[in-house]
């Protein structure tokens, strides 16, 4: 869980978040899964944040069945897609949820 100074801290990764989900074409609830799983999750290092953001959107759009690629989440956040994918499977487990049995 995180808190609402969070929210202040992290505000330009969320604006960041809202043009990736744009670019996605993603629905209002797997953007806000995605800016939860992002805030109850996000690194201290700058450099670590984009790749975070990149992973939450993946992981909330597995989580809200808007499955997009790991390319295209990569493309739109502006990393490397195996950022994503190096940090997805973490990112939902520390979330509780369950992987997709592809």
Not at 75 to 93: E, F, H, P, T
């Amino acid at each position: 869980m995180y808190r609402a100074s969070d929210e202040v801290a992290n505000e330009e990764w969320l604006r960041a978040l809202d043009r990736a989900a744009e670019r996605l074409d993603l629905s209002s609830e797997t953007r806000s899964r995605a800016a939860d799983l992002f805030l109850s999750t996000v690194p201290e290092g700058e450099r670590s944040k984009r790749p975070a953001l990149a992973a939450a959107i993946y992981v909330a759009t597995l989580a809200a069945g808007d499955g997009r690629s790991q390319g295209d989440v990569a493309d739109a956040v502006g990393v490397s897609r195996l950022s994503v994918q190096s940090r997805w499977k973490d990112l939902m487990a520390e979330a509780g949820l369950e992987p997709p049995s592809w």
